[in-house]
């Protein structure tokens, strides 16, 4: 098992920052990809920013050149720096861990932070 713990949301006004951490622990061997997904009331949940197989980085258009993601490997945190927050960034945004077992994916999720971008 894998356990995610996330934090560093909160309520921030538009153009602010936020960094959010997710902290890996447990069974972490064989994680080949981490990411954060979010969901905002009444949509579905959305990739915002995650790391593939080696370092490669993906971001969703809506975040590009505004979050960025980076890891600690040391401290098997990954991390989300969120600039410029726009009000339809609110949503619950979520750690996602995926590991590889004899090509079976196995996703492990956090249990989420809220973030609130209002004035």
């Known amino acids: 098992q894998v356990q995610l713990v996330e934090s560093g949301g909160g309520l921030v006004q538009p153009g602010g920052s936020l960094r959010l951490s997710c902290a890996a622990s447990?069974?972490?061997?064989?994680?080949?990809?981490m990411g954060w997904y979010r969901q905002a009331p009444g949509k579905q949940r959305e990739l915002v920013a995650g790391f593939t197989s080696g370092s490669r980085t993906n971001y969703a258009d809506s975040v590009k050149g505004r979050f960025t993601i980076s890891r600690d490997n040391a401290k098997n945190t990954v991390y989300l720096q969120m600039n410029s927050l726009k009000p339809e960034d609110t949503a619950v945004y979520y750690c996602?861990?995926?590991?590889?077992?004899?090509?079976?994916?196995?996703?492990?999720w956090g249990q989420g932070t809220q973030v609130t971008v209002s004035s």
């Open positions: 447990g069974s972490i061997f064989s994680i080949y990809a």
């Open positions: 996602k861990a995926t590991k590889l077992i004899a090509n079976n994916e196995y996703d492990y």
